[in-house]
């Protein structure tokens, strides 16, 4: 299968869309298709009048 599409990743089955999103789940950053950086999940913070003392019931 040929793909003339310059952002393909060289398989030549990219399927990309307008926004730039592949079939295969990598998106086109400008200059290469690649895995779409996810934001990290917050990591829930405990403020020190949260906390539980040894013992006590949640």
Do not use: F, K, V, Y
Request: aromatic share 4%.
């Amino acid at each position: 299968m040929d793909n003339d599409d310059e952002r393909c990743c060289g398989t030549g089955t990219c399927i990309i869309n307008d926004e730039g999103l592949c079939w295969c789940g990598q998106q086109w950053n400008g200059t290469t298709m690649c895995h779409p950086q996810t934001a990290s999940p917050a990591s829930p913070t405990i403020s020190g009048s949260d906390t539980l003392e040894q013992g006590e019931a949640p």
